[in-house]
């Protein structure tokens, strides 16, 4: 028998925004009900500020999933996108005071739906439109990079945590070998690029620290996707801030310009030198001299 917050409970038993968004102009759905738990995240965005207006939630699964899911509406309505994108399913489950270790899947579902919800406004291609190969487990419809992100953002270890916070392997079971040797890829990346002075710190608790780099690169997002790329932050330590680079970003001359930049903005907030670093799978050059 898990133990659930007092938190959790209200949130299952008096779920907020459990509602159809009527003028929704972007919406997010992931999992199956064929799978057992499925989330349709509506939002109504203003066009022109980006600011989310109003937040809904349809949801198929056990009560996390409804507590998780009411919490998410509750955290990003009021937000901007780029203020919502930067939510955490840590940060979820935090607000809810915590979820079982078994059931962090329904943090990372809500977490997914936010993404998924902000790719349909920007007329970015869903995640759902899987590569070749990208899918790893077919029973719940999770891909590569659903994983990549979940293990890069947990700091997860094993096959279990994977189980346990992407629900990937938790049915027919027959996926676990190939979500153990895509795990096995992720670590081993990381003393890879440590040899090279690049390594991404495993993520620790959300600190002052951290919300402080979330906040300057929060700044310089809607600058960096005018330009056609991204930005995404992966880690921090008491000397190292790691984050994801993509589009425009990517490129060699790019990637140097975008992480001087963000490297300066840390020192001119933090008032003290902060080693910013790409992760090495999402650029070819990622060095800061």
């Known amino acids: 028998m898990w133990n659930y917050s007092e938190k959790v409970k209200d949130h299952f038993f008096h779920p907020r925004n459990a509602k159809v968004v009527e003028q929704a102009n972007a919406i997010g759905d992931v999992g199956s009900l064929s799978c057992g738990d499925a989330l349709r995240l509506m939002l109504r965005v203003d066009p022109v500020t980006e600011i989310i207006e109003e937040a809904g939630f349809q949801t198929f699964g056990c009560g996390s999933a409804i507590a998780s899911s009411s919490a998410l509406t509750e955290l990003i309505i009021g937000r901007t996108l780029t203020e919502a994108a930067q939510l955490t399913n840590k940060q979820i489950a935090d607000y809810l005071d915590g979820l079982p270790p078994e059931k962090m899947h329904c943090s990372v579902m809500g977490q997914e739906a936010l993404r998924a919800a902000i790719a349909q406004f920007r007329g970015e291609a869903p995640d759902a439109d899987h590569e070749e190969g990208a899918l790893i487990c077919k029973c719940f419809g999770v891909d590569e990079g659903h994983i990549r992100r979940a293990v890069l953002e947990n700091g997860l270890t094993t096959l279990e945590d994977v189980v346990n916070y992407t629900k990937a392997g938790g049915g027919c079971t027959s996926c676990h070998e190939k979500i153990e040797q895509t795990l096995e890829q992720i670590l081993n990346a990381r003393p890879a690029a440590r040899a090279n ?93």
């Open 197 to 289: 002075g690049l390594a991404a710190p495993i993520p620790r608790p959300r600190d002052e620290n951290w919300l402080a780099v979330e906040e300057v690169i929060a700044g310089l997002r809607p600058h960096i996707q005018a330009d056609g790329g991204d930005m995404r932050l992966l880690g921090v330590d008491d000397k190292q801030v790691t984050v994801s680079l993509s589009g425009s970003c990517s490129g060699c001359m790019m990637t140097d310009m975008t992480l001087a930049w963000l490297q300066q903005k840390l020192i001119e907030r933090l008032g003290r030198f902060m080693h910013v670093v790409a992760d090495p799978a999402t650029v070819s050059i990622s060095e800061v001299e």
